[in-house]
């Protein structure tokens, strides 16, 4: 049985009703947020049964939105390994250095835990096919998960998207769309089909459970650390659904009492690609909102979002958790990448090495001290990668 109450807007705090379609805040236009029952949660859940009886994204079941356990879309995602790098570590000059990776997820990439709660919500609430825009790997989860639950997909992808991604989706059976431009253009033209067909659009955070999804990766670190926390988390940030996801399951998990209130949060990290820095760019302006970043591009897909609906989450999180925003160029990224590989044998996906690249950066700067415990997400598999 899942604890989901209702669904609030962290700007204007205005609630709705959880129970049927809602994609932004019809108020304010912000993301809006899922709630649960926490103190009656923390009553009657018990924390080291959950993680005893079963396993996976769908072990935190109580507190993700699907309220029948037959609407569930799986393809195995979640439990990816905390991985301890000591030799990274040592290369970098630190000795509790943990790279969580995510290329362990069906499709290759933690958007499967977003797409995998998204889909399996909206399959409840009776959906009838979905539509999204996609820097690549979201669009190739979303035809997977469309695929499994018998649904029909669109997916509108730059045309100079990885081969691998427009692959993946047309293996699938989705339809789909090769827009000249951004993900930004993507969007447009996917909404349009949206309003035009009834499908339901899961662009990220314009629908409130891909976050439901991606913020598990926050109750798996809490659990393999012994429900102890990093000092630091870098994220490779895009969207920015997994950096707030964390950020939002570290809150619920005090509140549920599952970690003390004593226990320290980490300082979240938002790394951004130097062709693609509008996140960057607003936190060191000290803004509270980001700008259309003008001619964006990088290497790394995932991280070409030149203008985030969840800018002001993101900020508020870098702010409240004491963190930073630090850009990575594409040389840097490929020069981690081969040393992830070389020192663990993980291959990591672009993005995922740029977390490594910034950390050089913030332990050479002082910011990151020798002796703290560090957490890189290593979103996806290199494997999708052009090498
Ligand atoms: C989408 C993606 C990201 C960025 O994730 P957001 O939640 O959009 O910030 C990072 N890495 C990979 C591999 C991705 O596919
Ligand atoms: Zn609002």
Redesign the pocket.
Known sequence: MSYLSHLNCPECDKSFSADEWRTVCPNCGSPLLARYDLPQARACLDRDAMTVCSTGMWRWRELLPVRDVAHIVTLGEGNTPLLHAPRLGELLGLTHLYVKDEGRNPTG???AR?IAAAVSRAVELGVLGFVIPT????GGALAAYAARAGLPAHVFMPADAPQSNQREVEMAGAQLHRVNGLISDAGRESARLATESGLFDVS?LKEPYRLEG?KTMGYEIALDLGWQLPDVIL?????????IGIWKAIDEMQQLGWIARSVQRPRMVCVQAAGCAPMVKAFEEGRDRCEFFTGAQTI????R?PK?LGDRLILRTLRESNGTAIAVSDDEMITARAQIAAAEGIQA?L??AATVAALRKLIASGWVKPDECVLCLN??TGFKDPL
Do not use: I, R, S
Request: include cysteine.
């Open positions: 990439t933690f958007k977003g820097a690549g790997n979201a990220t991606k994220y490779p940030t895009g969207g920015g659904t997994g950096l790394a897909a995932g991280l979002v985030p996906c993005e995922g979103t996806g």
